[in-house]
Nanobody, 125 residues
Framework: QVQLVESGGGLVQAGDSLRLSCAASGRTFSSYDMGWFRQAPGKEREFVAVIKWSGGLTFYADSVKGRFTISRDNAKNTVFLQMNSLKPEDTAVYSC??????????????????WGQGTQVTVSS
């Protein structure tokens, strides 16, 4: 497992941008697939985006496709989520998660074994 710490959340207006970061500890970060998930009050946790360990493959939820971009810097043990054109419905606690690298990019939270504490993103209308 790796330890994960998110940062970059905050309160913004609709249409604004935010960049979330997730710093990971451990020497094997580059071998992990990294995902972002979010959970709004009263709702179940939902998949946002995933990036394969090599950085060459990404996958997004339909609700964020074209607005959010996931990336990683393996040299800095960090994964990012650039969020543009934010909407009030993007309001949630955003968490990053790590999964030992595999053939497939998984959108299923149960496949990830390391989680950060989350960072709050609030988008006002």
């Amino acid at each position: 497992q790796v330890q994960l710490v998110e940062s970059g959340g905050g309160l913004v207006q609709a249409g604004d941008s935010l960049r979330l970061s997730c710093a990971a500890s451990g020497r094997t970060f580059s071998s992990y697939d990294m995902g972002w998930f979010r959970q709004a009050p009263g709702k179940e946790r939902e998949f946002v985006a995933v990036i394969k360990w090599s950085g060459g493959l990404t996958f997004y939820a339909d609700s964020v496709k074209g607005r959010f971009t996931i990336s990683r810097d393996n040299a800095k043990n960090t994964v990012f989520l650039q969020m543009n054109s934010l909407k009030p419905e993007d309001t949630a606690v955003y968490s990053c998660a790590a999964r030992p690298g595999s053939l497939l990019a998984s959108p299923n939270a149960r496949d990830y074994d390391s989680w950060g504490q989350g960072t709050q993103v609030t988008v006002s209308s």
